[in-house]
Structure formats: C-alpha cells, structure tokens
C-alpha cells in the first residue's frame, strides 16, 4: 500500500486525480439521492409560494443577517415543539432558495412566529427591541419604517425564482409589483389581485400601520406573519401522530 | 514589484487589467439604479489604480535571467502582510460584534453596522483574509522549496495575490451595504463568486506548472495538502454557489437549491470549509514549518500518508451532523454523524505527528515562541477536532446545537489552531524570506504567544459556560411537567459570558496587533540595511540594457 504511495506522490497529475475521486464521493452519496428519493419531501397540496411583499420581506431577512441568530428550523425534540410549535417539515421549505434553517440561535426560533403576535407588536420590536422585550439584544430597525421598498424589480425576482423551481405563474410574475401594493394597501384598487392569486387566507394589512405607502417595515413584517403558515401539513402531521398513540 | 515582471508581463498585466475595469464599467452601467453599480465601480477603480502602477514601471528596466536562479517570494511578502492586516480587521471586527451583544445599541442608527451585517465581515476578514491569504503566502513559499522550483513565472502570482484581495474586498464591503447570499461562509453574490472561480483556476494552475517543473523526485506532504485545499475548495464553491441572479443588472440571486437539498449542500460546503479551507491548507503549513523550525524530520511518513486520505474521504460525508433532529433524513444525519466520529482517527494522526516530531527538539519550544506556537496549534488541533466529533453524536448535538457550544468549538478550532499555526509559519517565514536573523523582538512574539493563549482560553471557556447552561436551561422542565424556563431568561444569563468572551477576544485582538507591527517592524529593518549596502551606480542592469538596445 505504501508502495503504490510512493509511485502516486511521484505523479503530479494522477495525485490531482485521486483527491477530486476521493473527495467526490462523499458528497454525491449523500446530496444526489435527496433530489431522486421522493420521501425526502412530504406532499402538501395547500403548500403555497410567497407573495411578492413575502418574498421581498424574505430579502429583507436576508441582507440583514437575521439568520445568524435566529433559526427557522424546529427539531424534533420535545422541548422545542412544546417552545415554539410543531417540528418543521421539509416540505415548509420547499419554495426557499436559499433555506433560512440557521444555526444558531442567540434569539429564539422564527419558523412558527407568523400569527403569534400583532403587527404593531412587530413594527414596535423593529424598531426598538427594548421598548417591548427590555432584556433583548436584538439591533434596532428604526430605518425600516422610513425606508420604502424597491419594488420595481420584483417581476424580475419572481421570474428568477420561476428559473430555480419555483411555481410561480405568468399571471403572477406579470402583476408582481401591483401585487406588493394591493397586499400592504388593503383599501387601494389592487388587494383584490393578491387574494385572487395567493388564496383568500393571505394576509392583506397594512403591516406598518400606514396603508398610504409600502416601506420595508411593511414587507419585513408580512414575511415573519406567514413563516410557519404556508402550509398546514406540520400542524396535521402532529395531531396524527397524537392519533395514532393508543 | 513592477521592475520585476519582464517585459511581455507588464504588457499582459495592463490587458488583464482594462478587461477587469471594462467588466467593471459594465457591471456599473448594467447595475445602474441598484446597489450592483458600486461594486463595478470598485472594480474598475481598483483595476484603473493599478494600471497607474503598472504604466509607472512599464519602461523600469527589466529583471535579468539570474532571477530565474533565485526563488520568487515578492508574492510571499505582499500575502503575509495583507494577512495581517485582514487579521487585525477581522479579529477587531469580531470583537466589535461580540460587544454588540453586550451594548446592543452601540450601531449608530447605521444600518451597516448592525451585528447582522458586520457579522460575515467578521467570519470572511478572518476565514478569507487572514486565513486566505496567509495560505497563498505560504503556500507560495513552500511549494517552491519543496520542490525546488521557481514559480513559473512573475505575473501570475500576483494576479491570483491581487484578485483575491479584491474578492475579499468585495465581499466585505458587499456586507456593510446589504449585499449577501445568506449562506453561512459562502455570502458573496454571483459575480464576486464568478471572479473567485477565475483566481483560482490560475492559482491551481500556477500549482500544477510549478510541480511538473520540480527538482524533486516525491511530491512533499505539505504540497497534498495545499492541493486537497485548492481543489476542494474549488469543488465546493461552485456547487454550493449555483444560482440565478434576477438580472445581469442586479447584485441579487437565488440560490439553485432550496429546502432540505440546500440546507445538506450548504452544510456540505460549510463544514468542508472548515475541513479544507482552515484544515487542510493549514495542515500544509504545519508539516513544512513545524519540521523545519524545530530542526527534526516529520515523525512518521505513513502517518502523513493515511491522515491525509483520512481527512481527505471522510471530512465530505461528514457535513450532515449540522442537521441533527432537522427535516433531513436521518439516514443522512446517521452517515454524517458515523463519518464525523471516525475523522478523530485521521485527525489526530495528523496531530500526533506533529507533536511526536518535536521529540528531541522540546528544549527549542521551552525557548522559542514561534516553535511554541505550532506546538500549541497542533495541541488545540487535536483537542477541537475530540470535541468535534463528540459533538457530531445525535444526543450531544441535541443539547450542544444552536447554542454557542458550537461558537466555542469553532473559535477553539479558529484562534487555537488556525491562527496560531499562522502567526508560527508567519514568524517563522518573515525573516526568511526578507533575509533577516530573527524578527525584530523576539520578546514581542513571546508576548503575543501568552496574549494568544490566555485570549483563547478566555474566550472557549466563556462559550463552552454559557453554551451548557443555554442548552440546559432550553430543556429544563418543572415538576408540574412545563418548561422551566422562557427564552429571555436563557438570554439574561448569557451575559456575564457574553462580557468575558469580548474581553478574551479583545486579548487575541491586541496579540494580532502586536505580531503585525513586529512584522512590520522587521521589513523596516531589513529595508534600512538594503539602502544602506550598495553605495555605488548600478551599472550591471545599465550596460544589459544598452546590449538589449544594440
């Protein structure tokens, strides 16, 4: 074996081969069967895909590296289903290029926030953490609210995630941007599009508490209302699984 | 730096150059309207910048053939110190955010300097800065010795020196203005990803050119290491960066994968980082400067030879273990967990090695701070890649997971064995490659050993505390059968930790400090006595000249 060793350290360009052989195959064997074998993700026909407001909140999420303290990803643990809901299914992020998992968690899990508290409560922590929770650590957002959102390009956006797989129809990508209005405009002549498109269970509010205008805070805050509720599929998964004990 | 590339380079130098500012301008014009068009315009300034250097020097005479009887180690130079500089950055920036969660109001208003932001400014400064370029440098360094060939040739180096920095440049500033991919360790967009791939195929190629040109019959340990680096880290970041930008005209993309397939490829790429980026490569250094430094020959060849293999196999199954009790199959986070404790074999072969290397040469670490400082690199090696695979167990990683156990390790890994096996090869190549005695004060690398050192242990100390005590207190349940605890009380008792971490960090911050200006203090040292040798005309590189003119 040592032999051989000495012949291959020997050879610059069989040694190049042996690491890309070697280093390879790790890698396949555990990525390549999670896009063949279906049980990998569940079925869960009520999945739906994030409005353009959502998805541009999502981004919103992003740039500000939320993810480096919050996790979007609930174990199956039984403390962390009884603190923050059902343990997460792969299916809840189907549509998210990139997922959003995280892995650490210096402030609590996101992927069940949608719905716990209100709006203002939101617009309130963006703004100032410590004017509702004293102790966080949390950064402010104060520049959220006062921020309007770009909201030109999201047919663009749309049309890009349509690229990597993501549902979204013509229809959709067309009225992009007339949808981010309609959703934080609740009263304006486009609300109406967004239920039509995204389903009547779609949050449409003036997130920010202004309904005259669409600012960051507006996108941010109607990201975190739909995390967890894209889907009911974890809640059932739950409750059957409650069934099933004798 | 200039006067010593030939003729011919200088001018393929100012054609790389204005292809670099032309795709700049485009990405400028292309980006207008979105935030894209200040990075084409960092690029086509960065590269306008220096062709102002290079059309300075195009008619310095040119470098005679007797360069090619010496080795090329400009490159070197320039890399170890632009590696201190991002250290002291990186580390000073880390530092910073570790206080924001001590004074979370310390960010101004300023959106850039919100922890979310500064945050990969931190991560890439030290892991891509400093660790990148310390391993160009030496790498450089080592590959031409071992081999015993000259770099093939004197544009190239700097092409791959100078177009990393400025990936390195644009990632760091792409933070601050809000531009990232989200993917832990992998944050640049699209086109800085696109450029990374570029440098590196030239910085594998300059490898490859030099190893079929060398004297020796075997190809140095050291050398395999440098090439799993390379060409992994090729591997990984094209596979994990596979996206669609929204338009040419935008800095934004997303991501190819999604859900459970991108959290497995994220985690494949994110722990191969650690296995390739800050493992392999610095493998490379510690088996060529460590021997060296201590006078010894490497304590066992076949050693070398199965924990190479070892690491290079098994570290790419082993990135599941990040997703433990998560959406992902658990035959996946079984596979990743059985790889992950069988890597202690190889890992700490490789540690061994090190230490049993310096058997008969102990006296030269009780005396030498810079042997002491490898020596001690390969003790936190060994001892964070124990704590590694035990916390890649199902059951230890649902305690340890989320929670700043996991930050612990990786600065026990980072600052214990990745920085201080660079600060080692970096003391140990300075005066070597500017042709000096020893470093300016050896009582200045001697402080920065025991600054390093106690920073360190302050710091994992503080996080392995407050990472149990979080996992504990997550868990902990009444007699009644509910959670003892809610989440802001874990949070509170964070923050006696949260202080003593930023203060430990803060020591190895002042260390880096200390170590860059007896680096630089060095150079200076070793310029004076150059301006001070030759006090006569140059009249050899005048009268080829002429000849060349004949």
């Known amino acids: 074996m040592f032999g051989i060793h000495q012949k291959l350290e020997r050879n610059a360009i069989g040694f190049v081969v042996a690491i890309i052989v070697v280093s390879s195959i790790g890698g396949f064997m555990e990525i390549a069967p999670l896009f063949t074998i279906d049980e990998t993700v569940e079925e869960a026909p009520d999945m739906r895909v994030y409005t353009p407001l959502e998805l541009a909140g999502r981004n919103i999420y992003i740039r500000e590296g939320c993810y480096a303290c919050h996790s979007q990803m609930i174990r199956t643990l039984r403390d962390e289903v009884e603190r923050y809901g059902p343990y997460s299914l792969a299916v809840e992020s189907k549509y998210d290029h990139p997922m959003l998992w995280g892995s650490k968690r210096t402030g609590p899990d996101l992927a069940r926030i949608g719905g716990k508290y209100s709006d203002a409560w939101h617009v309130a922590h963006l703004i100032n953490p410590r004017d509702v929770v004293p102790e966080s650590i949390m950064p402010a957002y104060r520049w959220l609210a006062e921020t309007p959102l770009k909201v030109n390009d999201l047919s663009d956006h749309l049309a890009a995630q349509r690229v990597v797989g993501v549902p979204y129809t013509d229809e959709m990508i067309a009225n992009a941007t007339a949808d981010a209005y309609g959703q934080a405009m609740p009263d304006g002549p486009f609300a109406a599009g967004v239920t039509a498109r995204y389903g009547e269970a779609t949050n449409v509010r003036a997130f920010d508490g202004k309904p005259e205008r669409v600012s960051e805070m507006d996108a941010l805050v109607a990201y975190l209302q739909v995390l967890g509720r894209l889907t009911d599929a974890a809640h059932q998964q739950t409750a059957s699984t409650e069934g099933a004990k004798p | ?550």
């Not at chain 2, 892991?127 to 770099?151: D, E, K, M, P, Y």
């Not at chain 2, 090729?234 to 859900?259: E, R, T």
Request: with cysteine.
């Open chain 2, 1 to 550: 730096m200039i006067s010593e590339l030939t003729r011919g380079e200088r001018r393929l130098a100012l054609a790389v150059l204005t292809a670099v500012a032309t795709f700049g301008l485009a990405l400028a014009i292309a980006g207008r309207g979105d935030i894209l068009a200040v990075h084409g315009g960092l690029i086509m300034a960065s590269a306008v910048i220096l062709m102002f250097f290079v059309i300075a020097g195009f008619y310095a005479p040119e470098p005679g053939e007797e360069r090619l009887a010496q080795y090329y180690d400009t490159p070197t130079k320039a890399g170890v110190v632009l590696a201190m500089i991002w250290g002291v950055i990186g580390m000073g920036v880390g530092d910073w955010v570790a206080w924001l969660l001590v004074y979370p109001d310390m960010t101004f208003d300023a959106a850039w300097a919100s922890f979310g932001r500064l945050r990969p400014v931190h991560t890439s400064g030290v892991i891509f800065g400093f660790g990148g370029n310390a391993l160009i440098a030496t790498s450089f360094h080592v590959l031409q010795r071992t081999s015993r060939a000259r770099l093939p040739d004197q544009f190239s180096p700097w092409f791959v020196l100078v177009g990393y920095n400025l990936f390195c440049l644009i990632a760091a500033s792409g933070y601050l203005l809000g531009i990232t991919q989200s993917k832990e360790y992998a944050e640049p967009e699209w086109y800085a990803d696109l450029w990374l791939v570029v440098v590196w195929v030239v910085y594998f190629s300059i490898y490859l050119r030099t190893l079929m040109r060398r004297q020796e019959p075997h190809i140095y340990v050291a050398n395999w290491y440098y090439m799993a680096f390379i060409l992994v880290v090729a591997i990984l970041h094209i596979v994990n960066n596979l996206a669609v930008p929204i338009s040419f005209g935008s800095a934004k993309s997303y991501s190819a994968f999604s859900g459970v397939q991108d959290a497995m490829t994220q985690w494949w790429y994110g722990h191969n980082a650690v296995a390739f980026f800050l493992t392999a490569g610095f493998l490379g250094m510690m088996y060529y400067y460590l021997p060296k430094r201590a006078g010894r020959p490497v304590f066992s060849y076949r050693m070398s030879i199965l924990g190479f293999w070892g690491i290079t196999f098994m570290y790419m199954w082993a990135g599941s273990h990040h997703l433990h009790y998560t959406a992902l199959p658990q035959w996946v986070q079984t596979l990743g967990m059985t790889f992950s404790i069988m890597l202690i074999v190889p890992s700490w072969m490789a540690a061994a090695n090190a230490l049993l290397t310096l058997n008969g040469a102990w006296h030269k670490v009780r005396d030498d701070a810079t042997l002491r400082f490898m020596m001690l690199a390969a003790v936190f090696y060994g001892l964070s890649t124990f704590e590694g695979s035990f916390m890649s167990i199902r059951a230890v990683n649902s305690l340890s997971h989320y929670t700043d156990w996991t930050v612990g390790h990786v600065h026990a890994g980072a600052l214990g064995w990745v920085a201080l096996i660079t600060f080692g090869s970096i003391y140990a190549v300075v005066p070597w490659v500017w042709k000096r005695p020893a470093m300016y004060s050896n009582k200045l690398v001697e402080v920065h050993f025991w600054l390093s050192l106690a920073g360190t242990l302050v710091y994992v100390f503080a996080m392995w505390n407050s990472g149990i005590i979080q996992g504990l207190m997550w868990r902990t349940y009444n007699e009644g059968g509910t959670l003892a605890y809610s989440f802001i009380d874990s949070l509170v008792a964070m923050r006696p930790y949260y202080i003593a971490r930023a203060i430990g960090g803060l020591l190895f911050v002042i260390g880096a400090v200390v170590g860059l200006y007896n680096v630089w203090m060095t150079i200076r040292e070793a310029s004076a006595e150059r301006a001070d040798a030759p006090d006569a005309p140059v009249v050899p590189a005048l009268a080829r000249s002429l000849q060349a003119g004949e």
